[in-house]
């Protein structure tokens, strides 16, 4: 059947409707006409693919990628990177005023950089002799020669992969040191830069995919910490201490708090590497270190993973009162339900966009609320 597509959902798929019914087209875009085959229909929607183009968006180009629609990493390779910008600010307006009421003019312009090459690690997995990455949803293999999304000295590296253990294997560079991580071959210490801070990051520790949009956010972070006076700060789920670190020259103290072994291990290593002397860090979820979360501090950074902030984390906020909250979120839907919450007391200045993974539906941002 032949169908009008009225815009983009959030996971980059076209929406139209059948028979009153909302229907999501994987391969379309707005205001194109398509053909399209229906494979999935449940009560509330029907799930289609794109048959054939009738009428062509002058937004779609054609994918750079020839695992594209096999692979799966990337979701929207087929939109020009100008349009993937605006519907990812777009993405974050409509949940954020869907879901904390957060009216648009609080949503200022996403920042961008290079929309490949991006990637400073990629785990690659091994089934039946076959290395590669899972075919979009499944565990079958796909090999492949380079993605593009992927650093290239890190393309070069995969030719050298001839074996892959049962849990697959991580390759991680160092963006400067251009040190190479391979978890299969015992090479454990890279070194990365953001701006003039160095970190180690291990295998199993959290480390930002895209350097150069990372350094970005952190100059934003900083500049928001020295305008707002910060002189005590909580690190919340501060991984390998990045943030910290980064801000660690213009505050009195910093206290890091992650449930990660190894990232801690890396933070405490992390700040002997940049002769920093006021960060400490505390291994252990942050729900279960509220007792940590103390009136000395003025100023929280927030950076959780992408199933925002546990219920007791939000309480201690609203009861201890920091003057400011950086929130830092990779997911817009559970930073609106947080919002919703820190909103009792919090006044959110703003929400900034960062389009931190390229060529996916993914986007991440920082808001920053000042006390009532
Ligand atoms: C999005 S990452 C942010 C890391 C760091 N701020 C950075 O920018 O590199 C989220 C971090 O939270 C940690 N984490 C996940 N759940 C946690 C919890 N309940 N308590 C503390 N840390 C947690 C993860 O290990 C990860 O390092």
Redesign the pocket.
Known sequence: MQVKIEKLDHYGRGITKIENKICFVENALPQELVEIKIIKETKKYFLATTIKIIKESKDRIKPICPYYNTCGGCNIDHISFEKENEYKEIKITEILEKFAKIPNNKIKNIIYDNPYNYRNKIILHQNNKKIGLYKKGTHDIIEIESCYLLNNNLNNELKNIKQVNDNGIVLRIGNKTKEILNSSANKHKIISYIGNKKYQVSEK????INSVI?EKLYNEIKEIINTSKSENVL??????G??GIYISDIVNKVLG????KE?IEDANYNKKLNNTKNCTYKL????NLTKEITKEYDTA?I???R?GL?KRVVEKLLEIKPKTLIY?S?DPVTLARDLNLLQQKYDIEYIRPYNMFPRTYHVESVCLLNLR
């Open positions: 520790s959290f480390f930002q990372t690190d919340l789920y501060c991984g390998t990045t943030i708090i992650e449930s990660c990232a252990g979820k942050v729900e950074i950076d959780p993973p199933s546990d830092v990779c």
